[in-house]
């Protein structure tokens, strides 16, 4: 009489014994079976959409072109992303700081107290404008552009075309359908891993879901791309280098969910890839003023609106920061000192490091933070120019190199997962432990690499 | 379950003057249980409402139900219990719809199992009938959105489709009615061995095959009565986590028993969910 665990070992023996690829062979044959079963069934009357579904998903879903119109795709999208929210961003900042400023000249006319200016006007307004400003735009074009992909049906066709990546890294093929609602936000995509069966596949899909850059990441993205990458061309070769940027850096990002996936099955998380199903919904004709209605209302204002309200408490942190007098100079700059030597081991400054902790609850005010921090310290409270006098305000009086671009947005890539997202991560897992290590993960990356292009470039400018 | 004594009338088993009762919820008594299978957006629950008279919530996505909903009709004097399973797209996953769905087949033994299909997309369809067949032999293929079907101009020939498959295929309507007295005198048929059904299976290759044949022996050692150990041993070489496990803990047996009453199906099939 066998006993359970003999039945269980002559099980895995055997399936030791079949050559690798048995299941998919099993799973191919099934699909076999029913195509040839429908052929013989089904007797279809000329019908041009049909062909033409069929025809797409060939070129769609192909090895080669399939890949080459995903990058396309993806290139088109960051590209209208990039061109199109620089021209409406520094309309937007025009009128939001002009007001701001207008605002704050009613203030002092007044002769309202100092503080009291500067706390509402040079803190929490000013971090929202920036935050609406610099966001704004970038949403609103990109949000629209991915429904479309969404409701014309192409986001299970990526699916289909990176399952054999995922399945090498030892992930669920489904885990490309998360990652691509992480590029929306990465809470959501956090929330979207339900779709995934097995709690292994899930965990890792949850935590390497914070390798894409979210809408709160592009616009540091897009801004660093622009300024730094593209600096030197201009027009539209300027625009292309700058969304040729952001698509490398999120390419980058790809790879690393790759490679954490496969790391993570193969240590903690260890286990085989498991099969599913997918279908291919057909081709449908997108319904515009649902696509409007659902990436304005329900995306853009919805993620604006989350932002701007960490936006306004981080804004009154800063200004208060910022004017907390320590020693000889305010609390900001002591603290931003502090962490400058640190923050130069990996490329980056204290200002920089400074920002980002003031940024955990929402990754948006970033850039916020670092620019009013920047500006701050050197009295020019008026906010932003034009991409040129951001420019020069980083690199002539902060020191700001290519580096510092570069290693900035690997960071932004890399970094620990922004507060709402490590909350939906505690949510989906119910375990500290998972969420302390979705942090440890990205955190630990982030500095290794930042760490890893900083030494080089130190190398680098040691031999020349 | 209770038995019964075949219609004494012959007439009442032909389509033409066949009987339907809807009989929603009441099912105290049954004397046949019918499971309702098929992939998600078939219209499984519009067959199921105008089956059972009830007004079950339709178009379900993959992975949101995870539960089954019941009804009851009778047809020629014969009292069914309609089980609608979770629409899955396959039976070879491991999510909570799709366990659902396949531990019912797989254990709780419904006398007959309507596979609903979509007539426009035929060949996806397929693949879940062909995963049903390797659970089980009693097996009506419904083939559902005729209507729709013969608007974009295709044709479904389901004698085709019968001869195939092994198992019968009737092509219906649900929303219009079409083809409902067909689909449940050929039920009947099925249940009551009047159609003798031979379901194609997808052999797999020989190496394939002749470890099947090691393992299904030894699973019925370990569980006497054990329904189809066949396709246990396809599931425990893919590594099939959740069987392995039922094997492990030796409920394999304790399943088999207590998927007969309802509540205790769903919660046995909820701790296993829980526990894992």
Known sequence: MATPEDVLARAEALRNSLPSGFRDEVVQSLYAEAERIARRAVKTAADRKYDLDQRIDRLVTAPVSGLLIMLLLLTVVIWTTVSGANVFSEMLATVLFGFGDWARALFVSWGVPWWITGFIWDGVYLCLAWVVSVMFPPMAIFFPAFTLLEDLGYLPRVAFNLDWLFRKAGAHGKQSLTMMMGFGCNAAGVVATRVIDSPRERLIAILTNNFVPCNGRFPTLIMLATIFVAAGFSGVTASFIAAGAVVGVVLIGVAFTFFMSWLLSRTVLRGEASAFTLELPPYRRPNVLRILYTSLIDRTIFVLWRAMLTAAPAGAVIWLLANIPFGNTSLAIAIAGWLDGFGRIFGLDGVILLAYIIAIPANEIVVPTMMMMYTGASMMVEGPGSSEAIRALLVEQHGWSLLTAVNLMLFSLLHNPCGTTILTIYKETRSYKWAAMSVMITLGTAFLVTFITASLARLISHLI | ?276
């Open chain 2, 1 to 276: 379950m209770t038995t019964r004594t075949p219609p004494a009338d012959p007439c009442a088993t032909c389509p033409a003057y066949a009987h339907l009762e809807r009989m929603g919820i009441k099912m105290d008594t049954f004397d046949r249980v019918v499971a309702l299978a098929g992939n998600p957006n078939t219209g499984k629950s519009t067959l199921f409402n105008t089956l059972t008279g009830l007004k079950q919530h339709t178009g379900n996505w993959p992975g949101k139900t995870v539960t089954r909903a019941e009804g009851g009709y009778q047809f020629n004097g014969v009292r069914y219990k309609l089980v609608d399973l979770p629409g899955t797209y396959s039976l070879l996953s491991t999510s909570q719809d799709e366990e659902v769905a396949r531990d019912f087949l797989l254990f709780g033994q419904p006398d007959c199992t309507i596979v609903v299909t979509d007539a426009t997309a035929l060949e996806r369809n397929l693949n879940l009938v062909l995963q049903v067949l390797e659970i089980t032999d009693k097996v009506v293929v419904a083939v559902n959105l005729m209507d729709e079907a013969r608007r974009k101009g295709i044709e479904v020939d389901a004698r085709a489709l019968s001869r195939d498959l092994g198992v019968p295929a009737v092509p219906i309507s649900a929303r219009n009615g079409e083809g409902i007295m067909s689909l449940l005198s050929t039920v009947a048929d099925v249940i009551e061995g009047r159609i003798a059904t031979n379901p194609c299976r997808v052999e797999g290759t020989p190496a394939f095959q002749k470890a099947i044949r090691e393992l299904t022996p030894l699973i019925e050692q370990l569980a006497p009565g054990i329904p189809n150990a066949r396709w246990l041993a396809i599931r425990l070489l893919e590594g099939d986590a959740r069987v392995q496990q039922a094997i492990r803990s030796g409920e394999l047996a304790d399943i088999v028993r207590r998927q007969r009453s309802p509540e205790e199906q769903l919660s046995s099939t909820m701790a296993i969910v829980g526990r894992q």
